[in-house]
């Protein structure tokens, strides 16, 4: 149980594109879940925290505007990169959570995004 | 000064070897630890979770927490090749609050 799925696994894009993430619990309602980023050889950084049916929480430094994050359901949420340049390459991860805490926390297997 | 300090590594042990991350961090207000091991372009996964002080030992791995000290530490005994991955350690300050991860140490168990 507690599967997180994220599609795409690897995506490319040009410069100036929009890319969207998606992040699905497969067998569990997720009341929360966060976004995070990781660059290469560094540790995971959450993004922001979104509730179905709310807006997302960014932490600070995360531009809102150019990281949409959409959590309509309570068993999706999407991050939106848009305009994205190759500054925004990383690796993004999802996590969802069942209760209103943030301590037992599902990752998915992650989404690489690579601008060219 | 950053918050949760973590050895980067690499780590290169041989098979059936002790080994010992450890983590320390500066926010006295944590309460939540845990550790996260993370293989190559894949999410974490939870490996242990401590509350406050204490040893927390679970199958191969023991978890560690002196707060006296803000040293954290997660033993894995008779080591594997198949535990060779990133072992991150993430703290919270108290239940629903958010996680704060070290940079992770890089394992390497050579058979």
């Known amino acids: 149980g507690a599967v997180v799925s994220q599609h795409p696994s690897w995506v490319i894009c040009k410069s100036g594109t929009s890319v969207k993430i998606e992040c699905r619990s497969l067998d569990f309602q997720a009341t929360t879940m966060f976004w995070y980023r990781q660059f290469p050889k560094q540790s995971l950084m959450l993004m922001a925290t979104s509730n179905e049916g709310s807006k997302a929480t960014y932490e600070q430094g995360v531009e809102k505007d150019k990281f949409l994050i959409n959590h309509a359901s309570l068993t999706l949420s999407t991050l939106t990169v848009t305009s994205a340049h190759p500054e925004d390459s990383s690796f993004y991860i999802c996590?969802?959570?069942?209760?209103?805490?943030?301590?037992?926390?599902?990752f998915g297997p992650g989404t690489r995004l690579t601008v060219t | 000064q950053k918050e949760v300090e973590q050895d980067p590594g690499p780590l290169s042990v041989p098979e059936g070897a002790i080994v010992s991350l450890n983590c320390t961090y500066s926010n006295s207000a944590f309460q939540y630890f845990m550790w996260y091991r993370q293989y190559s372009r894949k999410g974490p996964e939870l490996l242990m979770y401590?509350?406050?002080?204490g040893n927390k030992e679970d199958g191969r791995f023991t978890a560690q927490v002196d707060k006296s000290s803000k040293y954290i530490s997660l033993f894995i005994r008779d080591s594997q090749p198949s535990d060779s991955a990133t072992y991150l350690c993430?703290?919270?300050?108290?239940?629903?609050?958010?996680?704060?991860f070290g940079p992770g140490t890089r394992l390497s168990v050579l058979p």
């Open positions: 401590t509350y406050s002080s």
């Open positions: 996590s969802a959570s069942q209760g209103a805490s943030s301590y037992e926390q599902y």
């Open positions: 993430a703290m919270s300050e108290g239940y629903g609050q958010n996680f704060v």
